[in-house]
């Protein structure tokens, strides 16, 4: 059996893959904070390499990465 790579996410598998309530899900898109597709102008998804960069933003570096004077 072949497994099926999906290529767009619903709010719902969104947030069980960014570990967040769909309240704030529902937050985070009416603030335009997160990126999201709404063909149609209904339902909304998502593509999970982008919620992977959303989720892998704003990096920051451990105490033994920062370069010696």
Do not use: H, W
Not at 23 to 37: A, V
Request: hydrophobic residues 35%; charged residues 30%.
């Amino acid at each position: 059996m072949e497994t099926i790579k999906k290529t767009a996410l619903t709010t719902d598998e969104a947030s069980v893959f960014l570990c967040i309530s769909k309240n704030y899900l529902y937050k985070l898109i009416s603030q335009k904070r997160i990126p999201f597709y709404k063909p149609l102008g209904g339902r909304v998804y998502f593509k999970p390499t982008e919620l992977e960069a959303f989720l892998f933003r704003n990096r920051q570096s451990a105490d033994y990465e920062a370069k010696s004077v």
